[in-house]
């Protein structure tokens, strides 16, 4: 697998998300590029959908926060590949 990392964690405007992409080339199935790029690129313990099921029913603001901190990964398919996503929320 190859990766071209596209961004670079920098807000694309104030108060705006982190965010890290990559172009992951590949022929492999979605679940081994997934572990590949996990392991090797950047991490993040939720995927988007995980993220907002956990964000929307925390008990608490604490156990939100939690969920917001850590952030959440996404992984797409593009041509030759899956573009891969981490995403940490803006927090002030």
């Known amino acids: 697998m190859k990766a071209v990392q596209k961004r670079f964690g920098t807000q694309p405007r104030p108060y705006a998300d982190h965010v890290w992409e990559w172009e992951v080339q590949t022929d492999r199935p979605v679940e081994e590029a997934l572990a590949w790029c996990r392991a090797n690129l950047k991490d993040a313990p939720r995927s988007e959908t995980e993220y ?21 990964y996404s992984i797409s398919p593009i041509p030759g590949g899956y573009r891969y996503t981490v995403t940490r929320d803006y927090i002030d």
């Open 52 to 72: 907002r099921d956990g964000k929307n029913s925390a008990p608490s603001f604490s156990d939100m926060m939690q969920v917001v901190c850590e952030g959440r």
